[in-house]
C-alpha cells in the first residue's frame, strides 16, 4: 500500500446492498458442507469462532483475506471461495468508504481510539446506536437503522474474540453526561463500558471537561497496528473521512495520542468517574 492520505468525500453514510456477501457466504455454505464439517467444528480449523462462521455464511460479515485462503485450503474449493471473494465488495451495514477500515480492525494487535462526538461503536450499546442511527440526516428508514445497528454489534466482537489485541479509547467526560437516547439508555450505556472494559487488554480513559484545552482540539483519532506492525490512521468528518498512510501523518497523531494520554483521567480514575455517573 502506498503512503499516502486518501480522501473520500460525498460518501454515502447508508448501507449497501450485501448480494455479493451472500453469494460469498451460500458457496462457502456449500463446500463446507460438501466436506462434511459443521460450523462448529470446522471454525477452530480456520481459527475463528462458530458465531463468525455463520455471520460470513449468512452474508452479514465481510470475510477477511486469512479467512478465505484458509477456507480454500481446508474445503478443496477449487478457487471458486477466491473468485467469489473478489466481487464481494459490499457489506450491509457498513458505508462503502469504511469496509478497508473494518477489514483492518479485525487483524490489528493494537486499536487506539480518541472520539469527541460520541461514544465509540466498538462500546455502544444496541439502545445507544439506535438513539444515534435515528437522528441521522437524512433520514434512514426503519430497515436501514436495524441494518446499522446489527453491523455495529457485530464489529463488538472484536473485543471478545481478540484477548491479544490492545485495544485504548480516550473519550470525552461531555460524551458520557449527554443524555442519549434518554436516562435509561445512557444509564445502560455506562454499565456496559465498566464491563466491556473489564479485560486487561481493554483500556479506557476520560478526558475530564475541567481540562480546557488537549493535544487532539482538531478531533478524532483512531489508530491501528497491524500483526506485521505497519500503523494506519483514520479520521472521519462531516460526510468525508481519511485513511492515512503517510508514515508521517501517522507519526504526529501518535504523537498527539501518546498525548492526549497523559492528559486524560488515568484508567481506574476514569472508572470511578463512570461508577459515580451510574450511581448518579
Request: with cysteine; proline share 5%; glycine share 4%.
Amino acid at each position: 500500500m502506498t503512503d499516502s492520505t486518501i480522501n473520500i468525500e460525498n460518501a454515502s453514510n447508508e448501507p449497501e446492498p450485501s448480494d455479493s456477501l451472500k453469494a460469498f457466504g451460500a458457496a462457502h455454505k456449500v463446500f463446507r458442507k460438501r466436506a462434511g464439517h459443521t460450523q462448529e467444528d470446522y471454525a477452530p480449523l480456520v481459527g475463528y469462532q462458530p458465531s463468525t462462521v455463520a455471520s460470513i455464511e449468512q452474508g452479514r460479515r465481510f470475510p477477511q483475506r486469512r479467512f478465505v485462503e484458509r477456507a480454500e485450503e481446508i474445503l478443496d474449493a477449487f478457487g471458486v471461495l477466491k473468485e467469489v471473494y473478489r466481487h464481494a465488495t459490499r457489506e450491509k451495514g457498513l458505508a462503502s468508504w469504511f469496509r478497508q477500515w473494518a477489514e483492518l480492525e479485525e487483524l490489528a494487535i493494537s486499536l487506539y481510539t480518541y472520539e469527541s462526538r460520541l461514544v465509540p461503536g466498538l462500546l455502544q450499546t444496541e439502545g445507544y446506536a439506535r438513539a444515534i442511527f435515528s437522528e441521522r440526516v437524512p433520514v434512514l428508514t426503519d430497515s436501514e437503522i436495524e441494518a446499522m445497528v446489527t453491523a455495529r454489534l457485530e464489529r463488538q466482537s472484536l473485543l471478545r474474540e481478540r484477548p491479544n489485541t490492545s485495544f485504548s479509547f480516550i473519550v470525552e467526560e461531555h460524551v458520557l453526561r449527554r443524555q442519549t437516547g434518554g436516562v435509561d439508555a445512557m444509564r445502560e450505556q455506562i454499565e456496559h463500558l465498566l464491563e466491556a472494559t473489564e479485560p486487561r487488554n481493554v483500556e479506557l480513559q476520560i478526558m475530564p471537561t475541567a481540562r480546557g484545552a488537549h493535544a487532539s482540539m482538531d478531533g478524532p483519532i483512531q489508530l491501528l497496528e497491524t500483526p506485521e506492525n505497519e500503523w494506519f490512521a483514520y479520521c472521519e468528518g462531516q460526510e468525508n473521512s481519511q485513511f492515512i498512510t503517510n508514515p508521517k501523518t501517522i507519526s504526529v497523531l501518535h504523537m498527539r495520542y501518546a498525548k492526549l494520554r497523559s492528559q486524560a483521567l488515568t484508567p481506574e480514575d476514569s472508572r470511578s468517574l463512570l461508577e459515580r455517573m451510574r450511581g448518579a
